[in-house]
């Protein structure tokens, strides 16, 4: 069966400081993956996805960066966070070349700027 | 993508059907109908899809209505851990595959009274 994990679970930051969240993805290959931005009280923003290694498309130009250095690997980062930062961070995946819009979420990351 | 509209909040009793509905009078013929639930700090999950027949799996019923322009997301027997904001989503299939992402709206927040 298939997993999704992300890291780390809650995270509190300073303003300026950098970011790096990871997610990882057991049980399959050629997945797409997915970086989402709950902040509160809102819905999900897609922010970046990618359906290949080095492949990253980007939704919203913003703050931050994505990055896919192995098939089952997704990282999100930033050099300099800012307050608005802030939020509930999900990664997700989906069966690659698939004719289907399943997508199974992480746990997510609580990520609170200060 | 068509757009959906979906009622802000709904209440059901235990162990009552939930039957949550979900307008999409702009749907095209290749757009399909998704439901995804989110309980209080979890990631999404899915629950269901459909094109045009009724589709029933162990976890919920989707009605949609002959001329596509609406559905109903049926829980059929309600418990208190299927509270959660359940969002519908339409989206239609790229050059035949699924890639990109879900557009997630406000949704409807289901509380299961006791």
């Known amino acids: 069966s298939q997993t999704i994990h992300q890291w780390p679970a809650t995270l509190v930051q300073p303003v300026g400081s950098p970011l790096s969240l990871e997610c990882t993805v057991e049980?399959?290959?050629?997945?797409?993956l997915y970086w989402y931005r709950q902040a509160a009280g809102r819905g999900l923003q897609l922010l970046f996805y990618s359906v290949g290694i080095g492949q990253i498309s980007s939704e919203v130009p913003q703050n931050l960066s994505a990055s896919r250095p192995q098939d089952r690997q997704f990282i999100l980062s930033s050099k300099k966070l800012l307050l608005s930062d802030s939020g509930f961070y999900l990664c997700?995946?989906?069966?690659?070349?698939?004719?289907?819009?399943?997508?199974?979420f992480g746990p997510g990351t609580r990520l609170t700027v200060t | 993508d068509a757009k959906t509209t979906q009622p802000p909040s709904m209440d059901c009793a235990e162990g009552r059907a939930a039957n949550l509905p979900c307008n999409h009078s702009?749907?095209?013929?290749?757009?399909?109908v998704y439901w995804y639930r989110q309980i209080h700090s979890q990631g999404p999950q899915y629950i269901i899809h459909g094109l045009k027949n009724n589709e029933t799996n162990e976890m919920a019923s989707l009605i949609i209505t002959e001329d596509r322009k609406s559905s109903t997301l049926i829980l059929p027997h309600a418990t208190l851990r299927d509270t959660a904001v359940y969002y519908c989503i339409v989206r239609a299939l790229i050059n035949g595959g699924s890639q990109g992402n879900l557009i997630f709206g406000k949704g409807t927040k289901l509380s299961v009274k006791p």
């Open positions: 997700a995946w989906m069966w690659g070349g698939t004719s289907s819009y399943e997508q199974y």
């Open positions: 049980g399959t290959s050629n997945p797409n």
């Open positions: 702009t749907i095209s013929g290749n757009e399909y």
